[in-house]
């Protein structure tokens, strides 16, 4: 744009604001805050928004949350149904599933925003799981972060409570079956499990507490948590500035981006209208959980296909392919058949990978900050060791759905059971070895990218008749960033004793933080020397490569052999 | 992996690579990069910029998008007061359909024409700012210990140990009303885990119906889902004996499943051999691995499936586990017929129902 | 049915209707076009059960013997069941979902297009029902749930909670049984063959014999699971299948469409090298 427009204190608006802003600003300062954030860069790239959709779905689940209170009643005291829809009426319900029904069928509007607020909390989570992917990934949860990404596990792990309590309030068939596993799971807990059972549901199960102490943790405690966890988890990020991709002209000293204001304000704004129109849309269109077709609760009844919602799947198959383990001793037993899948499998979840920074950090010695973010195939180690959590995760979780997959695909359950009681121990070993090879595999490629050029589908044939593809240097921009990342360190046999004989006092953790570190780095491919990158551009047109003329704008043919030029 | 070499880019300290020479002339102590950092890349304009016919054009299109989302957001209220709640189109509610597709058209086309907006209109130059450690400086760090030294200093918190540790401990013993508030949170288990409703004489009743089951009605192969006659009793004032959380409560552990089995096919557990009547039994319907109600009952091989977590157990050996998570087999209620040919128990089961817990195999009768 | 039949229309529902009633139209008589049998079946026409006799020779004693008694594998196992005392019920369920005969060995007999005409299988059962006493096909009066009352059809509905879902599932989609068996969905099934598989119990699913279950509160679940089909949904239902669709839908069409979103929102966009004319 040429034409400029004019300061917003001259202009009538501004005019009219100039007192109550300045009222403001003698009082908080209003001015220095501005002054300091309003043009704060954030660097773009499509996978630095995958958090952004957990908070924009988390604002959504707030303002649809809000609207769907108007009307649930948290109380599971029976009342007959005289609502409108006729499969019901005259049944005995607790008031939570008969509000839940006439704010479906009775309320306008009512059966949309459920819809919403079911989806947007089914996004949320995915959002949350993708993010941290992402952080993990890209190794961005490196110093300075690390309590940025320990904020992120808590939400996660909050995050996961509050979406089962969400799940369990409407008192339906499938939401009480939900609370009848979750107090098979509490009695699991050795020695106190009864007791905690009394106490949690307010004496046997289902008693009459539990919706309404659920209800307070939804809509009260862990939205508390979860907001005040958010807020330090952006304050954070403002405060560290958003990591970025390698790239020309970005450094590990500076951050190239949008400002805040406009540009990152509007697409940030944006999405977040994108983001309530998208789950809005898929309100309109896709049903989840109709509750009306699952009857009120009642614990002689079962439907099949009786599930969590989908980010309780992975324990939910935990629990379905754990072997029945249970043992008693003297007067106590212990159900680990139970326990061990359902309470203490999330436990070490959370624990690994909230550990996994400081863990990672002591075995490469890494103390420096980090602002550039590593591809995934630049750390094969941690890049294998995430694939194979995945794996583990992801046969867990397709066990949880062993049902419906026999089903849909005529198998056999059992069997579905035993590949997946194998593959979760052999799955993520196969699955890290595969992903380290392919990582080392794509460095060497990017190694052969800088000092060879890149392939351009072009054939040539020499004058002895020998065919080649011809090879063009990268454009400088891309084998800079290609190179933009850390040396290999050098990996140094631990020393047992000094030059006098006397044994090292940290010997063992010191063999041991060696091993590890050598396990870590062994394998990577370092970027090439200054030196080799010189004398390959010099040998380029001697290689084995047949040498070829390019224009300046080349740029490879395509896949169907057409050139591209930039 | 570990037989592989480590060393893919050999180093060697007596043949130092060009770079590492670089490095220990230079005054920088890493290694030079391979390839220097060729700067931010020239700002090259968009078309909006250059060709003020798509610049229009673009204006018109988030303008276009803001309008269409008014007439989407009027096009909400409208429908909000003209569809009928149970008008169906397509075999969906026109209702929910019509909101949803107004309400999120309408979103969806802000959110897309302000990202528009943003992507060809606004001034599209990259900015660049300098990063700072994330650590305070130490002049900072210095300043703050003093100023929480002399605080420290001020309060005598180091000097009077008496006033700081019984402090401490006054903080401390608050946990324990906080804790103990907790007790009323429900009551104790005692007894309640290991006993039903079920009795002596009580007859078993067909579920929902709650008409007594007589051993003719019930054929080799059929599949009853019962509940103790009590849940259909009333009280001498007409009132139910069970109604409410507490059938719920009740329920949750005396439901039971009636199923009969040629007498030639079952292998009673031990001491169990009299508690079907000519090859019917009784078995609880609440699973004991974490209680769903199982009645997926093959006729023919005579496994009962959980729907939950797949435990099946066989009912013609004993209601053992034979495949699963659960672990101890269903428990069995005996079973009688009364002078008036109906099904009756002869006591309550004789193990806890239910899920396991800490004191299932506790004897408490 | 107030809920159903106080539906008013909309506007466009009406073409929408026409257009989804021509498919359904399409689809129920593609899938069960010979299903309308006739339930005033002479049982006991001589010359029917001969004609049925005819046919059982045919098609059917192979596996079940010549006289329907059964055949043993030599291990002892059961090649064909013994069809003595299964009664016509059973047969016109069997013959009239096109489970028998059977194309296959198979952990479960499926439902597919009858191989019988209605005659034919009429005369099967009538010949079957000839054997031994066993239970006959429905009269109309139970397998016709248009004037269903509005407290039957609650009824209804605790039954098939108390004694279906398990298997069948909330909505009758279906659900998984050991060794590669699973329990059928319900979606489609005329009323007829609901009855009488409630009241013979197929394969592996066990009997709801009248004594136990009312021929009323049959009509009652029959009635509920037809309602329950039919009735509108609040945007496409993924079949039923519960929160394991729910899952996939959010993770494939929610982040997936988000994605894309994202995708467009951070690409940079075309680049001119001319400055602005």
């Known amino acids: 744009m040429s034409t400029t427009s004019t300061p917003l204190k001259d202009t009538g608006v501004g005019k009219k604001a100039a007192g109550p802003v300045e009222w403001l600003d003698d009082r908080i300062g209003l001015a220095g805050l501005v002054r300091k954030n309003i043009r704060k860069v954030f660097p773009d790239h499509w996978s630095f928004l995958l958090g952004e959709i957990a908070l924009w779905s988390f604002v959504v689940l707030l303002l649809t949350g809000t609207f769907l209170t108007f009307w649930f009643q948290p109380s599971m005291a ?93 008192d339906d068939l499938l939401s009480g079956t939900g609370l009848r596993f979750v107090d098979g799971l509490i009695r699991s807990i050795p020695v106190v499990g009864t007791y905690i059972e009394f106490f949690v549901f307010g004496g046997e199960f289902p008693g ?16 508390g948590l979860l907001l005040g966890l958010i807020a330090a988890h952006m304050v954070l990020l403002v405060y560290h500035k958003h990591t970025q991709w390698p790239g020309p002209g970005r450094t590990e000293k500076n951050v190239v981006g949008y400002p805040m204001l406009p540009v990152y304000a509007a697409k940030a704004g944006g999405f977040f209208f994108v983001v309530f129109g998208f789950t809005t849309l898929m309100a309109a269109t896709l049903q989840i959980n109709p509750i009306w077709a699952y009857g009120p609760y009642n614990p002689s009844e079962v439907t099949a296909g009786s599930q969590p919602d989908w980010y309780m799947g992975w324990v939910e198959g935990a629990v379905r392919i754990m072997p029945n383990w249970e043992f008693t001793i003297g007067p106590q037993t212990i159900s680990l058949n139970v326990f061990i899948p359902a309470v203490l499998l999330m436990g070490i979840l959370f624990t690994v990978l909230a550990i996994w920074p400081f863990f990672e950090s002591w075995v490469t010695g890494d103390k420096k900050e980090h602002h ?137 953790k010191a063999r041991l933080r060696a091993w590890a570190k050598r396990f870590f780095y062994a394998h990577d491919v370092d970027k090439p020397t200054r030196f080799e990158v010189e004398d390959a551009a010099h040998h380029f047109h001697d290689d084995v490569y047949p040498p070829h003329d390019f224009p300046d704008d080349f740029s490879g043919v395509s896949e169907t052999g057409v050139p591209k030029q930039h | 992996m570990s037989s592989e070499s480590h060393d893919e880019q050999p180093r060697d300290a007596a043949h130092p690579t060009h770079d590492e020479i670089v490095a220990r002339e230079g005054h920088d102590v890493e290694p030079a990069e391979p390839i220097d950092n060729p700067g931010l890349p020239e700002h090259l304009p968009r078309p909006t910029d250059v060709d003020p016919k798509l610049e229009k054009r673009a204006e018109r299109q988030v303008a276009g998008m803001f309008t269409a989302a008014i007439v989407l957001a009027v096009g909400f209220c409208v429908a909000y007061f003209t569809v009928p709640k149970d008008a169906e189109i397509f075999g969906w509610f026109s209702l929910n359909l019509a909101l949803g597709l107004t309400l999120g058209g309408a979103l969806f086309l802000i959110g897309i024409g302000a990202i528009q907006w943003a992507k060809k209109l606004m001034a599209d130059h990259e900015v660049i700012e300098m990063r700072h450690p994330a650590r305070s400086s130490d002049e900072d760090r210095e300043a703050a210990l003093e100023a929480v030294d002399a605080g420290v200093d001020e309060s005598g918190f180091g000097r009077r140990p008496l006033i700081r540790n019984s402090l401490i401990g006054a903080v401390a013993f608050l946990g324990l009303p906080a804790i103990v508030m907790l007790r009323d949170l429900g009551p104790l288990p005692g007894d309640k885990p290991f006993n039903t409703v079920w009795r002596k004489g009580m007859r078993v009743v067909n579920d929902v119906s709650g008409e007594p089951l007589s051993p ?7 599949l009853v ?18 109604h409410g959380t507490e059938l719920l409560q009740a329920k949750a552990k005396a439901s039971v499943i009636v199923v009969r089995i040629r007498p030639d096919d079952i292998t009673p557990r031990k001491g169990q051999s009299n508690w079907d009547v000519d090859g019917i039994m009784v078995y609880s319907k609440i699973c004991t691995h974490v209680g769903c109600p199982i009645s997926l009952w093959e006729q023919q091989t005579h496994h009962l499936l959980c729907p939950c977590h797949q435990t099946t157990y066989d009912l013609a050996d004993g209601g053992k586990v034979i495949f699963g998570p659960g672990h101890r087999p269903l428990p069995q209620l005996p079973l009688a017929v009364d002078e008036d040919g109906y099904l009756i128990a002869t006591s309550d089961f004789r193990e806890p129902v239910g899920p396991s817990f800490p004191e299932v195999h506790q004897n408490r009768d | 049915m107030r809920f159903l039949s106080t539906h008013r229309r909309h506007p466009l529902a009406g073409y929408a209707v026409l257009l989804f009633g021509l498919l359904l139209a399409a689809a129920l008589y593609a899938a069960f076009a010979p299903g309308k049998a006739d339930a005033d079946t002479a049982t006991n026409d001589p010359a029917k059960i001969e004609e049925g006799r005819e046919l059982f020779l045919v098609g059917c004693a192979s596996c079940h013997g010549m006289n329907a008694e059964g055949i043993m594998t030599v291990a002892g196992g059961n090649y064909g069941p013994s069809l003595v005392g299964v009664g016509a019920a059973a047969v016109d369920f069997q013959v009239g979902t096109g489970r028998m005969p059977m194309a296959q060995s198979a952990p479960q007999a499926i439902r597919k297009e009858p191989v019988y005409t209605d005659e034919e299988t009429d005369a099967l059962a009538a010949y079957i029902a000839s054997l031994g006493p066993g239970p006959a096909v429905p ?19 605790e039954f098939f909670r108390t004694n279906c879902t ?38 592996q699913m066990p009997v709801f014999s009248d004594d136990v279950i009312s021929p009323e509160d049959k009509r009652a679940i029959i009635a509920y699971i037809k309602n329950v089909q039919n009735q509108p949904q609040a945007g496409f239902g993924g079949g039923g299948l519960g929160p394991v669709v729910d899952g996939m839908f959010a993770w494939i069409i929610g982040i997936g469409g988000l994605v894309a979103v994202a995708v467009w929102l951070a690409a940079h966009g075309a680049r001119v090298k001319k400055k602005r004319s």
């Open chain 3, 139 to 157: 009269d109309e009066e139970y397998t016709d749930v248009s004037e269903i009352s509005q407290e039957e059809l609650t009824r209804g509905g």
């Open chain 2, 216 to 222: 003719g009605d019930i054929e080799v192969g059929q």
């Open chain 1, 208 to 223: 009459e507490l539990i919706i309404a102490r659920l209800y307070m943790a939804h809509i009260f405690l862990l939205p």
């Open chain 1, 372 to 508: 550039l973010l590593q591809r995934p195939r630049n750390a094969p180690t941690r890049t294998a060791f995430g694939v194979a959590g995945m794996t583990f995760y992801g046969v867990c979780w397709i066990a949880g759905g062993n049902d419906i997959i026999a089903l849909k695909f005529n198998l056999d359950i059992f069997t579905i059971t035993w590949m997946a009681r194998v593959l979760v121990f052999v799955g993520p070993v196969i699955a890290f070895i595969v992903t380290r090879r392919i990582c080392i595999s794509l460095q060497r490629k990017d190694n052969d990218a800088i000092l060879h050029g890149y392939e351009t589908g072009i054939i040539v044939r020499s004058a002895e008749g020998s065919y080649a593809e011809a090879h063009a240097p990268l454009p400088p921009e891309k084998a800079f960033a290609l190179t933009a990342r850390p040396r290999v360190p050098e990996l140094t046999a631990p020393v047992s004793e000094d030059e006098n004989g006397v044994a090292n006092p940290d010997g063992r």
């Open chain 1, 78 to 170: 029976e009342v007959p149904y005289d609502g409108s829809y006729d499969p019901l009426r005259g049944l005995e319900m607790s008031q939570a599933y008969a509000s839940t029904l006439n704010i479906s069928f009775d309320i306008r509007g009512g059966l949309l925003v459920r819809q919403i607020h079911h989806w947007a909390a089914a996004l949320f989570m995915a959002a949350i799981i993708a993010h941290m992917l992402r952080v993990f990934f890209t190794g961005a949860y490196r110093k300075p972060r690390e309590l940025n990404w320990l904020i992120g596990i808590g939400l996660f792990a909050i995050g996961l409570i509050e979406g089962f309590a969400g799940y369990s309030l409407p």
């Open chain 3, 166 to 203: 398990a298997c069948h599932n909330s909505v009758g989609a279906g659900g998984a049984l050991p060794s590669g068996r699973f329990a059928p969905s319900l979606q489609g099934v005329s009323e007829k063959h609901l009855y009488e598989a409630m009241l013979t119990g197929p394969q």
């Open chain 2, 225 to 242: 889902n019962a509940q103790p006659s009590v849940f259909f009793e009333t009280d001498s004032h007409g009132h139910a004996v069970f």
